[in-house]
């Protein structure tokens, strides 16, 4: 997995980096913290290509503002598991970020069993490890 890491940081960082220059902070609608940056949304390796030896970053309609780190954490949880190894301890702000959207999928979507595996995941993130016993995926 370290191979992986850098990569994901560097291209976390420069996500936030060109977003920035794109997206006017003064239009994040009002709910929106302060503290949170742009990000894509979706970082994953499925979402990574390298073509002619430079790395594209598809699927950008999840683009949003988020926590800082919630890109990399995203992508550690995603690895962790596909890889079903245990992923490393994350920022709380960026994993209760993605346990809330995980949690609101669908449980009828495709990607259902992977949801369920992304939230252990992310549950294992989590610095608090008592908090993974509230943690269930909705079923609305």
């Known amino acids: 997995l370290a191979e992986l890491r850098a990569p994901a940081v560097a291209i976390a960082e420069e996500i936030t980096a060109v977003l920035s220059e794109i997206l006017i902070r003064g239009e994040a609608p ?9 990000m894509h949304g979706d970082l994953a390796p499925w979402n990574l290509r390298r073509v002619r030896g430079r790395r594209v970053l598809l699927d950008w309609e999840s683009a949003a503002f988020g926590p800082p780190d919630a890109d ?5 949880a995603a690895v962790s598991t596909i890889s079903r190894r245990e992923p490393e301890p994350a920022p709380d702000e960026a994993v209760m970020y993605w346990i809330e959207r995980v949690k609101a999928r669908p449980v009828t979507d495709s990607d259902a069993g992977f949801n369920a595996r992304l939230l252990h995941a992310l549950t294992a993130m989590h610095s608090n490890r008592n908090f993974g016993a509230e943690v269930t995926t909705s079923h609305d």
């Open 72 to 76: 990399v954490t995203y992508y550690r």
């Open 30 to 38: 009002d709910q929106v913290p302060a503290t949170w940056v742009p």
